[in-house]
Nanobody, 120 residues
Framework: QVQLLESGGGSVQAGGSLRLSCKAS???????MGWFRQAPGQEREEVAT???????RYIDPVEGRFTTSIDNAKNTAYLQMNSLKPEDTAMYYC???????????????WGQGTQVTVSS
């Protein structure tokens, strides 16, 4: 079991940047870390993942604008979000799964979320 705490959300204007952090309660070197978001009235969607070999995947709408990384010394995952758009507005969640990155929503550990609001 891993407790996750997100931070870094906020309100920005379109074109701005935010960096989300996901602090884990233990070492995450053997975990896949994922970032998800859910906008009002919409289903939760995977945004980005990074596995224990630093392989990354992104959904098309954020490719080239978002970057995920891990600092194992700090037990923290990050999501750097640049060139933000109003459609990026959502609650953002981090998740952790031991050893592999699930292709569905079935992750073992979830954070409580942090709100990102992008105004035009």
């Amino acid at each position: 079991q891993v407790q996750l705490l997100e931070s870094g959300g906020g309100s920005v204007q379109a074109g701005g940047s935010l960096r989300l952090s996901c602090k884990a309660s233990r070492t995450i070197g053997d975990y896949c870390m994922g970032w998800f978001r859910q906008a009002p009235g919409q289903e939760r969607e995977e945004v980005a993942t990074i596995d224990r070999f630093a392989n990354r995947r992104y959904i098309d709408p954020v490719e080239g604008r978002f970057t995920t990384s891990i600092d194992n010394a700090k037990n923290t995952a990050y999501l750097q979000m640049n060139s933000l758009k109003p459609e990026d507005t959502a609650m953002y969640y981090c998740a952790a799964n031991f050893a592999r990155c699930p292709w569905n929503d079935d992750w073992e550990n979830w954070g409580q979320g942090t709100q990102v609001t992008v105004s035009s």
